[in-house]
């Protein structure tokens, strides 16, 4: 079936490193790709999304490219605040299944 | 435009007690999908409802129950509680139904149930 791997946390950064969050999937058909953050207490948020091949999705900041042929949608943004701790979820929509299908999430911390 | 809203936020309960949770989508949002957060199994999809039926259902078992409203609001229900209910209960709404692919799915805040 369908899956999402993501790098395993915790990440911890000093305030504006580089953050590169690793998501690989397994789906058939062409999947809708997310990546939600979680702050503490909090549900989930809409980070940024992409819906077919060569899309990339941006917002505050942080980008991800869907890559078809390495099947991966990796986070990245170039300088990190102390703002942005959370948690971060990378998903697909596939379509056949009609749910949102999560990865373990990431655990980011930026010290400043 | 309000968000989603699910009541209550935080709730205990013991086991063998059954659980109602209610979730209000977004204002013309049809489609109400839950999920199961926890820290071993991390989120799980439980069910979605759209104008009323269910579309979809997770490998959950049948203790685990959801129902729509007409005015799209929805309920899911835990009975007989075990202790490995204990989680985060989250609901997330859409425009159209879940199985559209690209329609994003909003989030509310969840409802953290704790079965002692």
């Known amino acids: 079936g369908d899956s999402v791997t993501q790098m395993e946390g915790p990440v911890t950064l000093s305030e504006e490193a580089c953050l590169t969050i690793?998501?690989?999937?397994?789906?058939?058909?062409?999947?809708?790709l997310f990546w939600y953050v979680q702050y503490p207490g909090e549900g989930l948020q809409l980070l940024l999304k992409?819906?077919?091949?060569?899309d990339k999705g941006s917002n505050k900041g942080f980008e991800a490219t869907y890559r078809k042929e390495t099947t991966s949608f990796h986070l990245e943004k170039g300088s990190v605040q102390v703002s942005d701790s959370a948690v971060y979820f990378c998903?697909?929509?596939?379509?056949?299944?009609?749910?949102?299908?999560f990865g373990k999430g990431t655990k980011l911390s930026v010290k400043p | 435009k309000a968000g989603v809203t699910q009541t209550p936020r935080y709730l205990i309960k013991t086991r063998g007690q059954q659980v109602t949770l209610s979730c209000s989508p977004i204002s013309g949002h049809r489609s109400v999908s839950w999920y199961q957060q926890t820290p071993g199994q991390g989120l799980q999809f439980l069910f979605e409802?759209?104008?009323?039926?269910?579309?979809n259902k997770g490998n959950f078992p049948g203790r685990f129950s959801g129902r729509q409203f007409s005015n799209s609001r929805s309920e899911m229900n835990v009975s007989t509680l075990e202790l490995g209910d204990s989680a985060l209960y989250l609901c997330?709404?859409?425009?159209?139904?879940?199985?559209?692919?690209?329609?994003?799915?909003?989030f509310g805040p969840g409802t953290r149930l704790t079965v002692l």
């Open positions: 690793n998501c690989t999937y397994t789906a058939t058909g062409y999947p809708s």
């Open positions: 992409a819906t077919k091949a060569d």
């Open positions: 409802y759209f104008s009323e039926t269910q579309r």
């Open positions: 998903a697909l929509h596939g379509g056949s299944q009609g749910n949102l299908i």
């Open positions: 997330a709404s859409s425009f159209t139904p879940s199985g559209s692919g690209a329609d994003t799915q909003y």
